[in-house]
Each structure stands twice: as structure tokens, then as C-alpha cells.
């Protein structure tokens, strides 16, 4: 019963949001713009979206190798596929289906697995909060979002800490008698083991920069596919890409469908841009990504043994 619920009440802000993005909009208009976009710069998406995944499958496998032997091949298809489910399955089961499937695949405990992937959004989140930052000032759009983008990147680098502090100190001495909760404290440090490493860390920190830079393109590709390259420019491309994330991140229907749309389309229209191509530029970017990662996500799934009918009643039983 609750998890019907979860499902309906995402649907039903979905639905909301998506009629607040759409409300007030000439769709003549809007379907006259969409006739006149720009092909060329579509194919550019293409090849940034599947870059990103690129370097997110070699990100994950950094914080994965202290395990062992981890190819960055099969972290890419984990990742992708994980990304994949979260776009067609409600309940955001995407997440727990990729580190169950990787913690069997790479015979690797399941908490340091989910260790990685949370430690793997930490990185994340700092490196769009420093770009975002440094967006912010170049468009001299607000000094004060890179004031802001300091506490979480602050928050971070805290957690951080505390669990070096937490692995290597006294206080998992004292647990020695109880073995049990040691073992579980070890993996869920174990996503921070990478950067013991100087030059892991280093390398994980870049490449989440690089992700999140080549998030930003595509936004500026589309700027380009609908003309709007004047006013969003490649910094304003951050700040959208800052935007698309933290939207993406609040409760909805699955593939955050409304939630992306309002949030984007704000942001531009404020900017100056009509309501007509600000929603069908939010609602080109939304599907262009959705398309080209769920494709690659359940061919990968289906490569792999795996369908989406098995993944549902597996992992919805266990929320």
C-alpha cells in the first residue's frame, strides 16, 4: 500500500509541475519553433551525453579498484544501466539495483559498494557546486551563489574527514570485540579508501569536473540548436546544468518528467527568452539525455541477463 502510494504521489506532482511548465504557452508557436531548430548541434548531445557516461564508468571504477580487479567497461555498464532504471522505474530503484548487481558481479561486499556510490555523489556534488560557483561569477549573474556554493563543497570535505577520521583512529580499536559492527563501519569507509591515494583522488576530483563540464554542454548545444546562444551562454550552460540536477533530484514520476521542465524553463525565461522556447528547449534537453541513456542503460540490462520485469519485482519488494 505505501509503495502504491509513493508511485501515485510522484505521478501527481509530475503531473502538477508539468502543467505549471506548459501553462500559458501558445503551442503554435511553440511547435513553429521546434520546425525552425537546428540539426547539427543535436548530434553534438549525442556525443557529449555518451561522454559523460564514459567518464562516470571510469570515476566509479577508481573509487571501486581498492576491491581488486574492476574494468572501467564494466563499471560504465553498471553505472549506465543504474541511470537507465531510474528513468522508467518509479521509486528510484536504479541506485539499488546497480551496487546489488555490482556487489555480486564483482564479489565485492554490498555495503562498500554502496560506500562508492555515495561517495561517488559527494564528488559530485562538489565539483558542480565549484563550477556552479565559478559560473556564477563569470555570467556576474549572483556573487552570492558562489558564496552559497562554498558550505556544501565545506559539508563535504567535513565528511570526508570524519570518516578518515572514523577508519583510521582510535575508535575502531575499540571495537575490536564486536566484529561485526567493525565490519560494517569498514565498508562504509570503504568509498573513501581511493583517496588515500594523492593521485586517485586527484583524479576522481577531475574527472568529476570533466563530467559535469560536459553536463553543461549540452545545454549549450541546444543554445545553439534553438539560437539562444547569445543569452545562454556556456556559463549560464553551468548554472542550467546546476539547475537540471538539483531538479532532478526532488520527488516526481519516474525520468523526473515536470520537475526538469518547470525548474529549466524558469531559469531561461527569466532570463529574457519567450515561455514558448524556454519549455521546448527544457523539454528537448530532458529528452534527448532521457532517450540516449535509457536506450544504452537496458541494452546493457538486457546484455546481461537481466529485464526490467525481473529487476521490478525484485527490488520493489524490498522498498
Not at 86 to 96: A, F, K, S, Y
Not at 254 to 259: E, K, L, R
Not at 300 to 314: C, D, H
Request: aromatic letters at 10%; one cysteine or more.
Amino acid at each position: 500500500m505505501k509503495k502504491r502510494v509513493s508511485i501515485a504521489a510522484g505521478l501527481a506532482i509530475s503531473a502538477v509541475l508539468l502543467w505549471l511548465a506548459s501553462r500559458r504557452v501558445d503551442f503554435s508557436a511553440l511547435a513553429d519553433i521546434l520546425a525552425h531548430v537546428k540539426p547539427a548541434p543535436l548530434i553534438l548531445v549525442i556525443f557529449t551525453v555518451l561522454s559523460e557516461l564514459v567518464i562516470r564508468g571510469v570515476k566509479w571504477r577508481l573509487l571501486l579498484v581498492p576491491s581488486g580487479q574492476v574494468r572501467a567497461w564494466d563499471a560504465l555498464r553498471f553505472e549506465t544501466i543504474g541511470l537507465a532504471l531510474n528513468n522508467v522505474l518509479p521509486l528510484r530503484l536504479g541506485e539499488i539495483a546497480r551496487g546489488t548487481f555490482a556487489a555480486n558481479f564483482f564479489k565485492i561486499n554490498i555495503i562498500a559498494v554502496f560506500s562508492t556510490i555515495l561517495a561517488e555523489k559527494a564528488s559530485d556534488m562538489a565539483a558542480l557546486c565549484i563550477l556552479s560557483s565559478a559560473a556564477a561569477v563569470v555570467s556576474g549573474i549572483s556573487m552570492g551563489v558562489s558564496r552559497r556554493g562554498l558550505f556544501p563543497i565545506s559539508m563535504t570535505i567535513a565528511l570526508v574527514v570524519l570518516c578518515v577520521i572514523l577508519k583510521r583512529g582510535r575508535f575502531l580499536v575499540r571495537l575490536e570485540k564486536s566484529p561485526q559492527i567493525k565490519r560494517t563501519l569498514n565498508g562504509l569507509v570503504f568509498g573513501l579508501k581511493a583517496f588515500n591515494s594523492p593521485g586517485s583522488a586527484a583524479a576522481i576530483s577531475l574527472l568529476a569536473l570533466l563530467q559535469w563540464f560536459m553536463n553543461a554542454l549540452n545545454y549549450y548545444w541546444l543554445a545553439l540548436a534553438f539560437s539562444v546562444e547569445n543569452t545562454v551562454t556556456l556559463a549560464k550552460s553551468v548554472l542550467l546544468s546546476f539547475t537540471g540536477a538539483a531538479a532532478s533530484s526532488a520527488p516526481g514520476m519516474p525520468g523526473y518528467f515536470g520537475n526538469f521542465e518547470l525548474a529549466v524553463s524558469t531559469v531561461i525565461a527569466g532570463w529574457g527568452i519567450s515561455k514558448e522556447t524556454s519549455l521546448a528547449y527544457s523539454v528537448a534537453a530532458h529528452l534527448l539525455s532521457y532517450l540516449i541513456i535509457t536506450t544504452v542503460g537496458l541494452f546493457f540490462a538486457y546484455q546481461m541477463g537481466q529485464s526490467l520485469e525481473r529487476i521490478w519485482t525484485k527490488f520493489s519488494e524490498k522498498k
